[in-house]
Nanobody, 115 residues
Framework: QVQLVESGGGLVQPGGSLRLSCAASGSIFSIYTMGWYRQAPGKQRDLVATITPGRTTNYADSVKGRFTISRDNAKNTMYLQMNSLKPEDTAVYYC?????????WGQGTQVTVSS
């Protein structure tokens, strides 16, 4: 069982930056594949980025070159550095932990990009 808590969301102007954090507890964080997903109003939840226990990363095409996913296993925390934000990045951002058939989600944090 893994508990995930996201933080760091908020309102930012286009072109600005935010860093999201996902704090994990309840299990061995380092063995999970971690990911960020987002869901805009009226749309499905989509992949943003993932990072494996070996730190192999994968990004959605829409965020490549702007977002960076990372993890600190000593702090049981995953991060998403978001730069050059666009209005279309507005969504609720969710943290996910996956291990074989087990998947856990956080409650989400709102990111709004608007002038």
């Amino acid at each position: 069982q893994v508990q995930l808590v996201e933080s760091g969301g908020g309102l930012v102007q286009p072109g600005g930056s935010l860093r999201l954090s996902c704090a994990a507890s309840g299990s061995i964080f380092s063995i999970y594949t971690m990911g960020w997903y987002r869901q805009a109003p009226g749309k499905q939840r989509d992949l943003v980025a993932t990072i494996t226990p070996g730190r192999t990363t994968n990004y959605a095409d829409s965020v490549k070159g702007r977002f960076t996913i990372s993890r600190d296993n000593a702090k049981n925390t995953m991060y998403l550095q978001m730069n050059s934000l666009k209005p279309e990045d507005t969504a609720v951002y969710y943290c996910r932990a996956t291990l074989t058939t087990y998947t856990y989600w956080g409650q989400g944090t709102q990111v709004t990009v608007s002038s």
